[in-house]
């Protein structure tokens, strides 16, 4: 038996020990979750929200004029346009992630932006509830 060679696996090394050494790893830096928080809050809430307040409210009422041109057009043009805005959005601020880090307070700057998105959200689903549920 001495003479003899160990059987081969399917896969020597492991697989998993190639794709271990090959995948890019990407580092989720704390200015990247701002970048998160920011396209879940404009990107995927403020488009809930505003499709909940269109749904029982008129389109005038929204205040985007934009966003209210959009709508009245056709709603899907408004996700098409949300999702546009917000990703080029994301990806310069992921592209110049080296430079924005160099401003005064950049994480004051970040942290108001995503302040913002959530009082539009609350706003929107206030306007929704008001017609929805027919409040004050």
Avoid: C
């Amino acid at each position: 038996m001495a003479g003899k060679k160990p059987r081969r696996l399917l896969f020597d090394p492991p697989l998993y020990k190639y794709l271990d050494d090959n995948i890019p790893h990407v580092e989720i830096t704390p200015y990247r979750y701002y970048i998160i928080f920011f396209v879940f809050i404009f990107g995927v809430a403020d488009l809930l929200s505003t499709f909940a307040a269109y749904t029982v409210t008129p389109v005038r009422y929204e205040t985007n004029p934009i966003m209210r041109q959009f709508l009245s057009a056709d709603p899907l043009f408004a996700a098409v346009g949300k999702f546009i805005a917000v990703f080029v959005v994301a990806v310069l601020a992921i592209l110049g992630e080296k430079h924005i880090r160099q401003v005064p307070y950049w994480k004051l700057y970040m942290k108001g932006h995503i302040l913002i998105g959530f009082v539009v959200v609350f706003i929107n689903f206030l306007v929704a509830a008001r017609f929805y549920f027919d409040l004050w």
